[in-house]
């Protein structure tokens, strides 16, 4: 029998697995991707993120955050983003770049309705995140519509690495319908 990671369609169908179950299983591998930017003066820089919805036959995902943080000069800068996951349990690395648009305000008010107060407070804060302040506890949290914003992740590449007995490594691109191609792991 063929094992999933042993076809460029199992592996890429894999990768949408891990995503969509990212998005609903707090223990999930892709739950809590490595959201990658690159900053207005050129550095990388890359934070923990929650990923809130995966959408394969749009190549879409998204991630909520704060507009008041860094990230978001960033973005606007340079609206690319790459996303890291690690799958201890299948082996398998998968590192994707996106477009990303910032959407705020009443397009995604359907976002901010379901959200308890316990998660409305990640957007808010005063003074804004990365603020030097004399005390660590020197902020207030508040929940603030207006700060809201989804950054809306639309795929163009996908890396997967896989370390069976054999390691295997492919690209997939949107260009050529994520056809797939092998790579030299
Ligand atoms: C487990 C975990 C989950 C996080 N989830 C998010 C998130 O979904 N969105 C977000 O903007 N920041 C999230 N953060 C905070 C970011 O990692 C980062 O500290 C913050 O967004 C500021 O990043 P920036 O200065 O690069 O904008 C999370 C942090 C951790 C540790």
Redesign the pocket.
């Known amino acids: 029998m063929t094992e999933w990671f042993e076809a460029l369609d199992g592996l890429h169908q894999q990768v949408w697995r891990c995503l969509s179950l990212g998005v609903t299983d707090r223990d999930a591998s892709a739950r809590?991707p490595t959201l990658a930017t690159i900053s207005p003066d050129g550095w990388p820089?890359a934070?923990?993120?929650?990923l809130r919805r995966a959408v394969s036959s749009e190549a879409l995902l998204e991630?909520?955050?704060?507009s008041a943080?860094?990230?978001i000069a960033s973005l606007q800068r340079t609206p690319r983003a790459a996303l890291h996951v690690w799958d201890p349990a299948l082996d398998l690395q998968f590192r994707l770049q996106a477009n990303v648009t910032l959407m705020k305000g009443e397009p995604i008010m359907d976002r901010w309705s379901p959200l308890p107060e316990v998660a409305r407070l990640?957007y808010g804060v005063t003074p804004p995140?990365?603020t030097p302040i004399a005390d660590a506890r020197d902020y207030q949290k508040s929940p603030d519509q207006s700060r809201f914003c989804v950054l809306s992740l639309k795929l163009i590449h996908i890396d997967v690495v896989h370390l069976g007995t054999h390691h295997r490594r492919a690209s997939f691109n949107a260009t050529d319908n994520w056809a797939g191609q092998w790579l030299v792991p």
């Open positions: 809590q820089e934070r923990t993120v929650v991630v909520y955050t704060d943080s860094d990230k990640s995140p990365g």
